[in-house]
């Protein structure tokens, strides 16, 4: 089966720019549509960006249009999150998994899910 692992997050201060991978070990999973979420302690899990397989559609949290993007490297099976102008309320453990089932954005849709990387921005 796919393993997501994640990696590339650190600590960044406001307005810096970071980009985190989503690397798949076991077998490929170029025809995937894939997501990006992210959680902070207490809260539940948040929709960031996916990716379709098919025609290389984006979708994006309106809390970071215009300041990320995510794109895909299928020669490395890798995923990417390019993240620019950052903000201490993107601080959180950002997460990227498969899309399986149901709305693009709920996260009870998606399963292998990596352990995460935490991005902390500070102020």
């Known amino acids: 089966q796919v393993q997501l692992v994640e990696s590339g997050g650190e600590l960044v201060q406001a307005g810096d720019s970071l980009r985190l991978s989503c690397a798949a070990s076991g077998r490929t999973f170029s025809t995937y549509s894939l997501a990006w979420f992210r959680q902070v302690p207490g809260k539940e899990r948040e929709f960031v960006a996916h990716?379709?397989?098919?025609?290389?559609?984006?979708y994006y949290a309106d809390s970071v249009k215009g300041r990320f993007t995510i794109s895909r490297d299928g020669a490395k099976n890798t995923m990417y999150l390019q993240m620019n102008s950052l903000k201490p309320e993107d601080t959180a453990v950002y997460y990227c998994?498969?899309?399986?089932?149901?709305?693009?954005?709920?996260?009870?849709?998606?399963?292998?899910w990596g352990q995460g990387t935490q991005v902390t921005v500070s102020s």
């Open positions: 990716s379709t397989w098919s025609g290389g559609s984006t």
């Open positions: 998994a498969v899309y399986l089932r149901g709305a693009y954005y709920a996260p009870d849709g998606y399963g292998f």
